[in-house]
């Protein structure tokens, strides 16, 4: 019997699950299929906070899995509602547009840390997202405007992500950096943070939820946490962790097949 029938929902992860890089992952998009043919609530979710949602939808779809913007749910869009929730106003981000627009999407005004000269505080926040153009110009923005009492929020607390050229240093990684400096404790909104999970738990409804994700830490952590039924998709040289234990490990998603 496959996973998927004792299951309402399929939660996926997408880098390392549905795609590493520009290669899609073997047997994701006959996992989705099999899903949807049973009948279950899809949602993708991302600690990526470089791309919009319409943008991961697109990236799916490379992968040969008819997905859109409402299956999406990623980090940025998760660190937006918890900023508005805070009654935020106007917040100072290390991260790209589509973040700062996310976040502008919920209503809270987002400036760019490599805009920033221009614009003085106060600040309700920091954020700390993904920039490949990051410098060492943004994290002293950062740090200079950081005040007693504020909140440093990380869209996610990954140390790192896997790209089709190896492990890149993550937004966890970045933001460790910028509370080491101001000595204070950062905040994520993205995996495996309740945030995320809270967020995605209603978007799905109620049900039986299984997560697949390839980072312990991260997605198995935080569906543990959820109370859903969490799979380990081992990655090739991954360590166990004592502390993070899957209901399921497998090596090749087409073991989720039955």
Not at 231 to 237: D, E, H, I, T
Request: charged share 20%; with cysteine.
């Amino acid at each position: 019997m496959s996973v998927l029938d004792e299951h309402d929902h399929l939660v996926l992860d997408c880098d390392g699950v549905v795609y590493v890089g520009a290669d899609a992952v073997p047997g994701a998009a006959a996992l989705v299929a099999a899903a949807r043919a049973r009948g279950l609530g899809l949602l993708f979710v991302t600690n990526d906070t470089t791309s919009s949602a319409a943008e991961v939808a697109a990236r799916i779809g490379r992968c040969g899995i008819d997905t859109d913007e409402a299956e999406v749910l990623h980090a940025g869009r998760a660190a937006a509602l918890h900023l508005a929730h805070a009654g935020a106003e106007r917040v100072l981000i290390l991260g790209t547009a589509a973040l700062a627009d996310e976040i502008g999407a919920a209503g809270v005004t987002a400036v760019r840390t490599r805009d920033a000269e221009a614009c003085d505080g106060p600040w309700d926040a920091l954020v700390v997202g993904q920039d490949s153009e990051l410098s060492m110009r943004d994290l002293k923005r950062l740090v200079q405007a950081w005040q007693p009492g504020m909140e440093l929020l990380a869209v996610n607390g990954d140390r790192n992500y896997p790209a089709s050229d190896g492990l890149h240093v993550g937004c966890g990684a970045i933001a460790a950096a910028v509370a080491f400096a101001v000595d204070v404790e950062f905040v994520v909104a993205g995996e495996p943070s309740p945030i995320l999970f809270a967020e995605a738990a209603e978007r799905l409804g109620p049900g039986r939820t299984a997560m697949v994700g390839d980072t312990l830490a991260s997605d198995v952590a935080g569906a543990n946490a959820a109370g859903w039924t969490s799979v380990w998709l081992r990655r090739p040289g991954a360590a166990d962790d004592p502390a993070v234990v899957a209901d399921l490990t497998v090596t090749d998603l087409r073991d989720l097949l039955g």
